[in-house]
């Protein structure tokens, strides 16, 4: 019997680990994969975007974003940053407060885990976790044999990256404890189109542009990246958890500029409107748009002709087939519901001792960190309430 039994040995498994044994509780993580922190490997390009500059509840998509305020505000990105910076982590700010490694994310991935080492944490890789049951105490069924424990903590993460080893576990964990659990979507993820789509915009394959992107009153502002099978990029990849019913996106490819900033000397402008564009957009783009009003001088054409044309580039309106799906997704929408765990300790309410934090759980975040952000902050709040009984 121990102490705590954390499932997942990734950013929230670790980071509530180390924590939850800092008064010397007998911890074990179990993780099925060989390895730490496959995901955090891989992200922000192999530097671990780790956290945003600003983090607040505003920034999560959930049933009840509310929920994250408790959590967010007892552990912060600059706990995080203090954190890194004992270990001598160097870092650096990209645009809108994205948080990244100078040099590679294996060094959070060694840092949690030696934050696990000096808390004396058992972790167990290759540990096959069959099922997760409660009498007296918690036995966790695995291909090691049984473990007991007065607590366990799901951080098993969401369905998104299934190569790196994702699965379905928390939220089997979760139905079987009669959890509610809100459904389960890609995230953060490039969409996809109609062949019709495909057979027009495939040669802009590679193509990116600065962009805003709005379903209704949400809207992002970043780069969108043209695919062959549709579209990506940031502003494409914030877009994508806020998709509606019926699929459907406007995109403004020129965010700064209307007629008036385009064209100075509208009577007297000879160039063509693809010439005076070709300075914001890329020129492929604007061989492929379709509209002949482009290739004509400005002067010969009409200012409500002008303005159509405009008004085109600044309102496409487009709707997707569909997404690249789980397997390109960042993270998993959705998840156990945040209307049966404490925001203040993220415990079952009415199952003492069991705890999800992170991914599975019903909050998701922007792209820029905040993901991550949630994890430490999430096992923040279920590591020290463990820790302190």
């Known amino acids: 019997m121990v102490d705590v039994i954390v499932l997942g040995a990734g950013a929230a498994g670790l980071h509530c680990a180390a924590f939850a044994a800092s008064t010397g509780k007998r911890v074990v993580v179990l993780e099925h994969n060989d390895k730490p922190g496959k995901k955090i490997r891989i992200s922000g390009g192999g530097r671990c975007n ?81 099922r997760v049951s409660k009498n007296e105490l918690f036995t966790v069924a695995t291909s090691e044999g049984d473990l007991e424990a007065l607590n366990v903590v799901v951080a098993t993460g969401g369905l998104s990256i299934p190569s790196l080893g994702a699965s379905n576990l928390g939220y089997r964990i979760a139905t079987h404890f009669e959890l509610p659990i809100i459904p389960t979507a890609p995230a953060l993820v490039p969409l996809t189109f109609d062949r019709s789509y495909e057979a027009r915009w495939k040669g802009l394959s590679g193509i990116s542009a600065d962009a805003i992107i709005s379903v209704g009153d949400v809207a992002f502002r970043e780069n969108l990246l043209f695919t062959h099978r549709g579209l990506s990029g940031p502003a494409i990849l914030q877009i994508s958890s806020y998709m509606p019913s019926n699929n459907t996106i406007v995109v403004d490819l020129l965010p700064d500029d209307n007629l008036q900033t385009l064209v100075e000397d509208l009577p007297g402008e000879k160039r063509h409107l693809t010439t005076i564009l070709s300075q914001r957009l890329a020129q492929r783009i604007m061989d492929q748009w379709g509209d002949d009003m482009l290739h004509k001088p400005v002067n010969t054409t009409s200012k409500k002709q002008l303005e159509q044309s405009i008004h085109s580039l600044k309102n496409w309106t487009l709707t997707a087939h569909g997404n690249e799906g789980y397997a390109k997704a960042e993270v998993t929408k959705g ?51 463990i820790a302190e009984r």
């Open 50 to 130: 780790f956290t945003n500059r600003e983090v607040a509840h505003r920034n999560m998509i959930s049933q009840n974003p509310d929920f994250a305020r408790s959590a967010l505000h007892r552990y912060t990105p600059q706990d995080f940053i203090a954190l890194i910076e004992r270990y001598n982590i160097a870092w650096h700010e990209k645009k809108l407060g994205q948080l990244f490694c100078d040099e590679s994310a294996q060094q959070i991935i060694d840092m949690l885990v030696h934050e696990c080492t000096i808390a004396g944490v058992e972790i167990h890789y290759n540990a096959v976790i069959q």
């Open 335 to 385: 998840g156990v519901s945040t209307a049966c765990l404490s925001s203040k300790t993220m415990e079952c309410i009415g199952i003492p001792g069991l705890f999800f934090i992170g991914e599975v759980v019903d909050i998701t975040g922007w792209l820029g960190g905040y993901n991550f952000q949630w994890a430490w902050s999430s096992a923040y709040a279920a590591g020290t309430a």
